[in-house]
């Protein structure tokens, strides 16, 4: 060990006895600096990762080290002095590993000058410390490689430059055949090799915060094989090529290569081990969570996962294909058994294909490949199957992928959030999993299924669609204990029962043309009749069997008990729109947006509440936008929070018109202001403006020439309050992982300490000090006026809360007032004797609760618009994908109400997104100074080492020995 540190400090002295270190590092730290702040540019991403930083290390790490290594060997055997060394008493292994430990160290010290980076991200934003760790690790691994490969290439030539090249030439091959663009051009599993041997994908997998034992024994094979090399290249050059030595020389070849192959097959005898690594993200954001091992661990029946993979597909898609069998492979061994996973390539088995398209409706995607000279169509799958009972969730891959846009051009696919995606599935699956024969055994009304229609008239292409639906009826009776008959109804056969002035008058049920020009039409409709309720059911996509099916027993489960959350959504009655002209346009204000979100977990249902009463299977009530309501209405909100239930409402006092021309506000009226101020809670008639906003594409007029020229530019628009992290309570699992929340027109909510006094209450959302409130309708910006935010700044500019949270026991708005239910049946009293008795009022089914339990959960949002389609859509011309994070928000309230907060972790395990807090351009700039100027300090100290080692060396003296004294 002594004379290996010997042979390391040498050639320290050697680095940082020249102008070499300074060079080597200078540059470094440059080009990093450079590509950092303005080739990835840091700021402008507003993200807090030092994933610039990395994304170019291997490149760099291949020249550093190169430069660093050229010189070892190359310049022993050009000065002659390899041979002295040789014939010292140290064996050719520690000559290597010394220059080996050498390189290491310089590699190090230049990683370690760029730690002010990662401290400058933790200052501006929350840095998650694992990938750094994990990008450190893997650069040092790559970094040893390298050097490895180096000192190989600089032993077998006395020519630095030489060295150099050829270093650089291997360790690039070995980047390069592990980029997706090389793999691309092979695909398959010669791709699954390359990345398996490339250092790129090793390298990508371990920057991500990753340790895996399969990387970590690659590196070290790798080094180990080429610090092999190496000590065997010197050790020759002791002996001769004679007789004498030929068998030495012939049993170290072989040693070599025992060895090289045995590190060879160790990484092909690991690459399959998939669960032996460790995760270092602050959120286990690439290891299964206790959540999915409690679901998959208490799994009754089998569960089926299989991957529909094709080999050929898309060059972004292939490097995500490892990625998933690695995880199947963890939920089958955190299964116990219990879980079958597969991947299975459907185009190399017509069986498969056939079942996958059959039975799931799994059909493969067109996707086009675009090529240097041309550009072609490749029909891929990408799918992914779970299978539970009678359950089964199909997850293409627009539900699994991610796509990215870079500041070049190109663009970066990734899974989504892979384990939340699955667990869902898993959870929805094994949640609304119901055979058939307990769905009819639960229900006391026959039902009857009828198909309506004319065979006269249906076109060729259905011809065989009512024989399927005929199919599946059979295999449906089978399983119903007699309670489900099926028949067929042509409408236009004599004597029918059913005609087609019944369908159309009766069941609102319309004919279709065969033709655009025909006079001709058909029906093909189903109707479910269970008791005395009847309702039409479509497939979801095509008549196929696994469609039929799907659509009649989902419709057999409403009509039943399920065992899926029941979400309440009541948003308000579509109103006619019509533009200026008279004409009638579709409503302004949809949805749909917020429907299909909450659908991902639950089952979602459109509620009526004029009834004055809640449907009792409904486990969260989620109001939007609530206007226009009666006293029925508010009666059943307010009955349903007291009997312990979970309400959300999304309670702004505007509402977006278009009613002039052009987008517009309105107030709300007959809202549930008075209510919710009942309960504490007080939603301002007044709206929210800050400077800290999501912009707003509005239409500017520019002098051009002296004409008016129309054009689109974003402008800060303070009615779209931006919440940052800072501005939310990260106590609270609604929002304690979301990066940004953008509450649209939003009014103040505040909480009365008074009555909030014995309740957990939680402000989820606030606006930035810099704030303040505008009563005026009037959007459009006056930039003249107020050139600063474009609009008037009204009184005291201060915080505001825009959600609250409140969990606790609640008063009745209705305690000691007559119940809407009776004063809204009872007659008037009669005014003449003659006039006819008041006719008795219908019994009241339920009693006014005056006091809820304590289990009993509010969440209130000052706006209603935040989740409004078109409010969505403005959002996503803006900021791509940013608008996802207001339903994100719906999501994880209603996690929250009905008290399933592990979906909710592992959702924001993989979604979270570390934003930088707000700073200005000063600020910016501040930081990029200190950095350059704590590079520029390091230098400077290097510079002096050698400076001061320069001054303090023994000049050598040449002495004649003839002069010396014998």
Do not use: C
Request: glycine share 6%.
């Amino acid at each position: 060990m002594k004379q290996l540190l010997s042979i390391t400090r040498k050639e320290l002295n050697a680095y940082f006895g020249s102008p070499m270190a300074l060079i080597f590092l200078g540059a470094f730290l440059a080009v990093t600096l450079f590509t950092f702040f303005w080739v990835e540019t840091f700021f402008a991403r507003g993200i807090a990762d030092v994933r610039p930083l990395f994304r170019w290390m291997p490149l760099l790490l291949i020249f550093l080290v190169a430069a660093l290594t050229m010189r070892q060997w190359s310049e022993e055997q050009r000065s002659g002095t390899l041979e002295m060394l040789l014939t010292l008493p140290v064996r050719p292994a520690q000559l290597v590993v010394g220059k080996f430990l050498a390189v290491m160290t310089m590699v190090a010290v230049a990683l370690a000058l760029t730690l002010p980076l990662a401290l400058t991200v933790s200052n501006v934003g929350n840095l998650d410390w694992g990938p750094v760790i994990g990008g450190y690790l893997a650069a040092l691994l790559l970094a040893a490689a390298y050097a490895a490969i180096g000192l190989f290439v600089s032993s077998r030539t006395d020519n630095q430059i030489v060295a150099l090249i050829v270093t650089v030439l291997i360790a690039g091959a070995f980047y390069l055949i592990g980029t997706g663009g090389f793999t691309d051009f092979v695909g398959g599993n010669v791709a699954d090799l390359l990345r398996a041997i490339g250092t790129s994908s090793r390298f990508e997998s371990i920057e991500r915060g990753v340790v895996d034992l399969r990387d970590l024994i690659y590196y070290g094979a790798l080094t180990g094989i080429f610090l092999l090399l190496n000590a065997v290249a010197l050790d020759r050059k002791r002996w001769s090529i004679g007789e004498r030595t030929h068998a030495y020389r012939r049993s170290q070849t072989i040693m070599s290569w025992l060895v090289a192959a045995n590190l060879v097959l160790v990484n092909v005898w690991v690459y399959p081990l998939a669960g032996l690594r460790v995760d270092l993200t602050s959120q286990q954001e690439f290891s299964l969570s206790q959540t999915t091992r409690d679901l998959l661990s208490n799994l009754q029946e089998p569960l089926v996962v299989r991957a529909y993979l094709s080999e050929k597909t898309h060059p972004l898609l292939a490097p995500l294909a490892p990625q998933i069998r690695d995880m199947l492979k963890e939920y089958s061994i955190a299964s116990g058994g219990k879980v079958t996973a597969d991947v299975v390539d459907p185009a190399t088995d017509s069986t498969v294909e056939q079942e996958a398209a059959q039975t799931y409706g799994i059909q493969p995607t067109p996707l086009q490949v675009s090529g240097r000279f041309e550009a072609s169509v490749i029909n891929a799958y990408f799918d992914i199957l779970v299978r539970y009972g009678d359950q089964n969730v199909v997850l293409n891959f627009r539900d699994l992928i991610e796509v990215t846009s870079n500041r070049d051009g190109t663009i970066n696919v990734h899974l989504r959030n892979f384990e939340y995606d699955l667990t869902r599935s898993i959870k929805k699956v094994v949640y609304g999993f119901q055979s058939v024969d307990a769905i009819f055994a639960s229900m006391t009304d026959p039902v009857k299924l009828q198909l309506i229609t004319t065979p006269a008239t249906l076109p060729n292409a259905l011809e065989t669609v009512p024989d399927t639906i005929n199919k599946v009826a059979d295999d449906i009776a089978k399983q119903a204990g007699g309670k489900f008959t099926f028949e067929i109804v042509d409408p236009d056969a004599a004597g029918a029962k059913i005609d087609r002035r019944t369908l159309r008058d009766t069941f609102k049920l319309q004919p279709i043309p065969v033709s655009l020009f025909s006079d001709q039409s058909y029906y093909l409709d189903m109707l479910l009749t269970v008791g005395d309720q009847t309702q039409a059911i479509y497939p979801a996509q095509d008549f196929s069997e696994a469609s039929v099916k799907t659509a009649i027993e989902s419709a057999l489960k409403r009509s039943s008990s399920g065992f899926l959350k029941v979400i309440g959504l009541w948003t308000p009655p579509a109103q006619p729109q019509f533009n200026q002209l008279g004409q009638q346009q579709q409503p302004l204000q949809t949805w749909q947006s917020l429907q299909q979100q909450l659908s991902q977990d639950y089952s979602v249902r459109a509620i009526d509440l004029t009834s004055g009463q809640a449907p009792p299977d409904v486990d969260v009530l989620v109001v939007v936008a609530p206007q226009n309501m009666t006293d029925k209405e508010r009666y059943a909100i307010d009955q349903y929070l007291m009997r312990g239930g979970a309400v959300i409402v999304a309670a702004g006092n505007y509402a977006i018109d278009a009613s002039q021309g052009g987008l517009g506000l309105a107030p709300i009226a007959n809202s549930l202001q008075e209510m919710l101020n009942s309960y504490g809670i007080n939603v301002g008639q007044s709206m929210v403006m800050d400077p800290q906003n999501e912009p707003f594409p509005v239409q500017v007029a520019r002098n051009v020439g002296g004409f008016q020229v129309q054009q689109i530019e974003l402008v800060n628009f303070p009615f779209f309050v931006d919440v940052r992290p800072e501005g939310m309570d990260r106590g609270s699992p609604i929002v304690s992982q979301l990066p940004a929340v953008t509450v649209n027109f939003a009014s103040p909510v505040t909480l009365d300490e008074a009555k909030n006094a014995n309740r957990q209450t939680s402000v989820l959302l606030k606006s930035t000090d810099k704030a303040w409130l505008r009563t005026s309708t009037d959007i459009q910006p006056n930039t003249q006026l107020y050139p600063e935010v474009g609009y008037l700044i009204e009184g005291e500019r201060q915080s505001y809360p825009l959600a609250v949270s409140v969990r606790g026991v609640f008063e009745s708005y209705f305690k000691g007032k007559p119940s809407p239910l009776q004063t809204a049946d009872t007659a008037a009293a009669p005014t003449t004797p003659d006039a006819p008795p008041t006719p008795t009022p219908a019994p009241q089914t339920s009693s006014l609760i005056e006091s809820s339990p304590d289990t009993a959960r509010l969440v209130v949002i000052g706006s209603g618009e935040f989740v409004d389609d078109v409010i969505l859509q403005l959002s996503a011309r803006v900021s791509q994908d940013r608008y996802l994070n207001n339903l994100q928000f719906m999501q994880n309230a209603v996690d929250w109400s009905v008290e399933d907060l592990d979906l909710l972790t592992i959702r924001s395990r993989g979604t979270t997104t570390r934003i930088l807090r707000s700073m200005e351009q000063r600020e910016q700039s501040t930081w990029e100074i200190v950095n350059y100027a704590v590079a520029l300090a390091a230098l400077i100290g290097i510079g002096g080492l050698w400076y001061y080692r320069r001054r303090n060396e023994r000049p050598i003296e040449l002495v004649d020995v003839n002069q010396v004294d014998k």
